[in-house]
């Protein structure tokens, strides 16, 4: 199996940005390095560096995306965690074929590419 590096980040998705932002700057001290739109995953996020990794703050622009129903049944919580693989197409066969529960078995673009 394709080696995992590292944590990259963890997805929390939150209702008000602004308000995670601050409370997440006040609580850990992390500065936002990168705010942005996701236009085709209707979300607006904001990735915040602490220590040598980062938090991503997700907010869904609207109740019908994928991030804004989840945002719905579950409220503000964890959504993601990405790591750094060797090889991403090979990491998500791989995962794939033991067995993980996939939301996508192709590797999409989210923020940064």
Same mark, same amino acid.
Request: proline share 2%; hydrophobic share 40%.
């Given at each position: 199996?394709? &080696?995992?590096?590292? %944590?990259?980040?963890?997805?929390? =998705? $939150? +209702?008000?940005? !602004?308000?995670?932002?601050?409370?997440? #700057? +006040?609580?850990?001290?992390?500065?936002?390095?990168?705010?942005?739109? =996701?236009?085709? #995953?209707? $979300?607006? *996020? /904001?990735?915040? +560096?602490?220590?040598?990794?980062?938090?991503?703050? *997700?907010? @869904?622009?609207?109740?019908?995306?994928? %991030?804004?129903?989840?945002?719905?049944?579950?409220?503000?919580?964890?959504?993601? *965690? /990405?790591?750094?693989?060797?090889?991403?197409? #090979?990491?998500?066969?791989?995962?794939?074929?033991?067995?993980?529960?996939? =939301?996508? !078995? #192709? @590797?999409?673009?989210? +923020?940064? &590419?």
């Amino acid at each position: 199996m394709t &080696g995992f590096k590292r %944590v990259d980040h963890t997805a929390i =998705v $939150v +209702a008000d940005l !602004d308000e995670a932002i601050d409370r997440w #700057q +006040a609580l850990s001290g992390a500065c936002v390095t990168t705010r942005e739109v =996701v236009e085709h #995953q209707r $979300v607006e *996020i /904001a990735m915040l +560096a602490l220590g040598d990794t980062r938090v991503e703050l *997700i907010r @869904p622009l609207d109740g019908e995306s994928g %991030v804004g129903r989840f945002l719905a049944k579950h409220g503000e919580t964890m959504h993601h *965690i /990405a790591f750094e693989v060797d090889d991403l197409r #090979q990491t998500v066969d791989d995962l794939g074929r033991r067995g993980m529960q996939l =939301v996508d !078995d #192709q @590797p999409r673009l989210g +923020a940064h &590419g």
